[in-house]
C-alpha cells in the first residue's frame, strides 16, 4: 500500500494569493513527515518536517504544514505565493520499513 | 558547510555497460541515501548507508549496489546497464538517518543508457 499520497498532480494559483499543497499518508504508528521542494535541474531542498509536538509546523521560505491525525494529512500551505515559488514539491513520510517514501509530486505554478 | 556533492553529474552509457557514481555527504553525517528519480517511477529509495552498513535497501533488482566509506563518501554501481536505468540519480546526507532528520540532496547524477 502505498505510504504517501499527493492527489493533485498540479497546483495553479495568482502572486499573492493563498498556496496549499496536499498530502496524506498510511503509515502505522506515529508519522514522521516531510516536505521538500525541487527547483529545476537542482536536488531537493528540505522545507519542514513534523515528529511530535505541535500540530502547526513552520519551514522555510515562509511555508508551513499542519498535521491532522483524524485525516492522517499533513497540507503545506503559504499564506501569500511567490512566482519564485513555482516548483516540484514533494511530501515524505517515513514508511513501517523505515525508509522514508515520497509521494508522486505536484507541480506549483505561480503566475504573476 | 560545503554541501554534498555528487560527480560526476552527468554520464551517457550504452546497455550492458556499468557505472559508478559517487557521492560525498556533508561532513559529520553518517547517513548516506540515494534515490532514483524518473517522470514515470517518481522519487524511489535504493539504499541507505550509516556508519559504512546498509540500513535499508528499496525494491531494485541485484544489479543496483552500494557501499560506503569510512570517510562516508559512498559510490553506487549499476552493473548490466537497461535503458530504463536512464534517470537522475540523486544522494542525501543526513545526520540521524533518512527517515528520522532531513536531509540534504545533491545536485543528482543524470545518466542516460543508449
Known amino acids: 500500500a502505498q505510504s504517501v499520497a499527493q492527489p493533485e498532480d498540479q497546483v495553479n494559483v495568482a502572486e499573492g494569493n493563498p498556496l496549499t499543497v496536499k498530502c496524506t499518508y498510511s503509515?502505522?504508528?506515529?508519522?514522521?513527515l516531510f516536505w521538500y521542494v525541487q527547483y529545476p535541474n537542482r536536488g531537493l531542498q528540505f522545507l519542514l518536517k513534523?515528529?511530535?509536538?505541535?500540530?502547526l509546523v513552520k519551514g522555510s521560505y515562509g511555508f508551513e504544514a499542519e498535521f491532522n491525525k483524524s485525516q492522517t494529512s499533513f497540507h503545506l500551505k503559504k499564506p501569500s505565493a511567490l512566482v519564485s515559488d513555482s516548483a516540484l514539491y514533494f511530501c515524505a513520510v517515513r514508511d513501517d520499513d523505515y525508509k522514508l517514501s515520497f509521494g508522486a509530486g505536484t507541480t506549483v505554478t505561480v503566475r504573476a | 558547510k560545503a554541501g554534498v556533492t555528487q560527480t560526476p553529474r552527468y554520464l551517457i552509457k550504452t546497455r550492458g555497460q556499468q557505472v559508478t557514481l559517487s557521492c560525498s555527504p556533508i561532513?559529520?553525517?553518517?547517513?548516506v541515501s540515494w534515490y532514483q528519480q524518473t517522470p514515470g517511477q517518481g522519487l524511489q529509495f535504493l539504499f541507505e548507508?550509516?556508519?559504512?552498513?546498509?540500513?535499508n535497501k528499496g525494491n531494485f533488482p541485484g544489479r543496483f549496489s552500494g557501499r560506503q566509506f569510512s570517510n562516508s563518501r559512498s559510490e553506487m554501481n549499476v552493473s548490466t546497464l537497461e535503458l530504463g536505468d536512464s534517470a537522475l540519480y540523486l544522494c542525501?546526507?543526513?545526520?540521524?538517518?533518512?527517515?528520522?532528520?532531513?536531509?540534504?540532496f545533491g545536485p543528482g547524477t543524470r545518466l542516460t543508457v543508449t
Open positions: 548507508y550509516f556508519s559504512e552498513t546498509q540500513r
Open positions: 503509515v502505522s504508528g506515529n508519522p514522521y
Open positions: 542525501a546526507s543526513s545526520l540521524a538517518g533518512a527517515g528520522g532528520s532531513e536531509q540534504y
Open positions: 561532513s559529520g553525517h553518517r547517513s
Open positions: 513534523y515528529i511530535t509536538g505541535d500540530n
